[in-house]
């Protein structure tokens, strides 16, 4: 399968400092990225879709300003949590979505994910 | 009503059954799906995509997809403890543009 890079797999902080997080698609270029956060034993929570040479769609509730996303090229995409507290502490997923299509055209558009920024502050 | 919905679980099956996951969507004009599995403390890997009717096997793995009745299924044959994980759904529907919208998970454990 694809492969989707993302570090640092672990982050360990302190309080007011600003994180950043890379997710790269190795596989294929991708114009959609996603970022992602989890809490123990809850679902995936979509914080914002990363477009390519344009900003970022964030959903509703996630503070743009806190969580910068970049996505500067079709490979890499960056999430910075600036002046991170102890409640932003998380794991932080990125996917990148496959815009190839299978043989008769139909796009796969599976999403492919990164294995996860651990993140601590203390 | 959720866009996709599953059942949480838990599912216990014995080593060695068949465990069935379900999986239903709201929007008929649904065109892909896919099957996820999540291990504890570790990030999402893509197991199954389907995107036609019916049945489509990978190993011990089988999706059936029924549009008409808007349901997507995994079967895993010869459950092993390995198998014990959290098995997302997840359906691109129309109305997101090619985005996948996920189920909240299906948390399965296989005993031994």
């Known amino acids: 399968g694809a492969v989707v890079s993302q570090h640092p797999s672990r982050v360990i902080c302190k309080s007011g400092t600003s994180v950043k997080i890379e997710c790269r698609s190795l596989d294929f270029q991708a114009t959609t990225m996603f970022w992602y956060r989890q809490f123990p034993k809850k679902s995936l929570m979509l914080m914002a879709t990363s477009n390519e040479g344009s900003k970022a769609t964030y959903e509703q509730g996630v503070e743009k300003d806190k969580f910068l996303i970049n996505h500067a090229s079709l490979t890499l995409s960056t999430l910075t949590v600036t002046s991170a507290h102890p409640e932003d502490s998380s794991f932080y997923i990125c996917?990148?979505?496959?815009?190839?299509?299978?043989?008769?055209?139909?796009?796969?558009?599976?999403?492919?994910f990164g294995a996860g920024t651990r993140l601590s502050v203390l | 009503q959720k866009e996709v919905e599953q059942n949480s679980g838990p599912l216990s099956v014995p080593e060695g059954a068949i465990a069935s996951l379900n999986c239903t969507y709201s929007?008929?004009?649904?065109?892909?799906f896919f099957w996820y599995r999540q291990y504890s403390g570790k990030s999402p890997e893509l197991i199954m995509s389907?995107?036609?009717?019916g049945d489509k096997e990978d190993g011990r793995f089988t999706a059936q997809l029924n549009k008409a009745s808007q349901y997507v299924s995994l079967l895993i044959r010869d459950s092993q403890p390995s198998d014990s994980a959290t098995y997302l759904c997840?359906?691109?529907?129309?109305?997101?543009?090619?985005?996948?919208?996920f189920g909240d998970g299906t948390t399965l454990t296989v005993k031994p």
């Open positions: 996917s990148a979505r496959d815009p190839r299509r299978l043989n008769g055209g139909v796009a796969k558009n599976i999403q492919y």
């Open positions: 389907i995107y036609s009717n």
């Open positions: 929007d008929r004009g649904s065109q892909s």
């Open positions: 997840a359906v691109n529907l129309p109305t997101n543009a090619g985005k996948s919208t």
